[in-house]
């Protein structure tokens, strides 16, 4: 915990609305929607590969937030009024200071590993929005998890739900943070000094909004995400694990995560028995498939080849009309 008690009153007024922290037993099963090649790559390597947002398909992931926060930052009234001008120059210069260096450096070891929340009601259908968005347009699976076991007080992971908020309740909810976080400015007072963790403070906040939050339009994804932030990572658990990989959009950053390094040598949990079911997507799901995954799993990993189920969905694919449009 912070003992700076001005910085932790700060935090406390950021923080008010932040979704808390699941304790293991609050997590739910997450379903990774995904190729069937990938499915391969993890049962072979044992591997799951974490995606730096700015190289993710939706352009506002990361991004918009971050934006969205230094705008407002800049321009906010409330935080022009809340102290005198050299602390709130101050102010601005280590905010500015900070997302430079996020900018520049730290977002580059960002990386997200994105679910679905999963329950009986979607059961082995998984949900349709999920397989035309990202489970191969039905020629995919689904890897659910119980991920609870990551859930340690020493584990560099953050874990938490997605809200969904359109742009117009983004740029209310940045105005209302900045507003009660002046107010707190002006309440605690302090040095020009103490501006600095305020600021430290500030950034922190907008950077959890910004990852974990989406446009309203997303919101049938039903998306949980597990976050590593190298900064956060202060005894190095993962920085070994910090990697690359070469595809169709050329080379990026990942982070090429193996379960056994949360909990120390020897004692992580078991990727075998975090995978619960794999859910082949409605296209893919024939019986020849079926048996061919489950072979496939046999050489790899034998304990899913007895986890594997089909979605019943009716599914038609999203195909080009063989006739002319006039």
Sequence with gaps: ???????????????????????????PLL???????TLERIAQTGEIWFSNPLYMNDVDELRYGMNLGLHAVRSHAG?????PPAHYNALL???DALYAAFDSDSAFDVYVFSCSEHDDEIGDDGLLSMWRGYGGDGNGVAIV???????????????????????????AWMDRKLQAFAEALQREGGPVEALQPAADALFERIKLFALFTKHRGFHEEREWRLVYLREQDRQGV?????????GPRGIEPRLR???????????????????????????LATPLALRSVERMLEIYQPAWAARVARSSTPYRSQRVPAWPIT
Excluded: K, W
Aim: with cysteine; hydrophobic share 40%.
């Design 1 to 27: 915990m912070l003992q700076d008690p001005r910085r932790q009153a700060l935090d406390d007024v950021l923080r008010a609305d932040l979704h808390v922290h699941p304790l293991p037993s609050q997590l």
């Design 31 to 37: 379903a990774h929607y995904t190729s069937i090649l």
């Design 79 to 83: 935080l022009r009024e809340a102290c």
């Design 93 to 95: 210069d280590a905010f």
């Design 145 to 171: 998890f119980d991920l609870s076991a990551l859930m340690t007080d020493d584990s560099p992971l953050l874990v938490r739900q997605v809200q969904y908020l359109s742009y117009e309740q983004s740029e």
């Design 238 to 246: 993962l920085t070994q694990q910090l990697h690359y990989a070469i």
């Design 257 to 283: 995560f193996t379960t056994d390094v949360i909990g120390g040598p020897g004692h992580g949990p078991s990727l075998r028995e975090m995978v619960r079911r794999i859910i082949l997507g409605p296209v």
